[in-house]
């Protein structure tokens, strides 16, 4: 059994100047709890700022340059897409 954590993240001034913090907070969550094989998923959604997490092989990165493209479920739909490919058994949307 393998679980996709699909993480969507937003990280600017103007709608989430917290957001690397909170993506920080889930992924070391995530990290320290879950002892079922994983991968993490984060779609930033046209971040301000470069987003920092940790460099492990579970971890899968892809940038949405403009997030009025698709809108918000359209990167919900892009992560949840990674993950079924990579054949995730149980897909999380965080």
Known sequence: MKIGFVIT???SDKIRPRGQEMLTRIIDSILEHCKYD?????????SQYEL??????????????NQFEKGLTGAWN?????????????LIQT
């Open 52 to 65: 920092q997490f940790p460099e492990d092989k579970r971890i899968k990165y892809t940038r949405i340059d």
């Open 78 to 90: 892009l992560g949840l897409n990674n993950a079924s490919e990579d054949e995730c058994d149980i």
């Open 9 to 11: 993240s937003h990280y």
């Open 38 to 46: 994983f991968n993490i998923y984060i779609i930033d959604n046209e």
